[in-house]
């Protein structure tokens, strides 16, 4: 049974600094891939942050210098460290843990970041 629940999103004023978590049961977070997805209204779901199970990181353009993905093993827990919030950065976040036979999805968590 596999599940991925994520916390921390909310409102935030431009120029602050948000906190996702994503706990992982059913499936381990730390030997697989793990990413950050997000999806503004109207917009396609675009890659935020991925940290693969070697631990290397890759980060999307838009967010390169500002987030930072990271893992607790013993937690089973992901984490995206959101500095320097922009409006632009408004959008539902998703966590999505990828292993060799299938991929899986939490339901995502809403950031909204004020002006």
């Known amino acids: 049974q596999v599940q991925l629940v994520e916390s921390g999103g909310g409102l935030v004023q431009a120029g602050g600094s948000l906190r996702l978590s994503c706990a992982a049961s059913?499936?381990?977070?730390?030997?697989?891939?793990m990413a950050w997805y997000r999806q503004a209204p109207g917009k396609q779901r675009e890659l935020a942050a991925v940290?693969?199970?070697?631990?290397?990181?890759n980060y999307g353009d838009s967010v390169k210098g500002r987030f930072t993905i990271s893992r607790d093993a013993a937690k089973n827990t992901v984490y995206l460290q959101m500095n320097n919030l922009r409006p632009e950065d408004t959008a539902v976040y998703y966590c999505?843990?990828?292993?060799?036979?299938?991929?899986?999805w939490g339901l995502g968590t809403q950031v909204t970041v004020s002006s």
């Open positions: 940290i693969f199970s070697g631990g290397s990181t």
């Open positions: 999505k843990v990828v292993s060799q036979a299938a991929y899986y």
């Open positions: 059913g499936i381990s977070s730390s030997v697989n891939n």
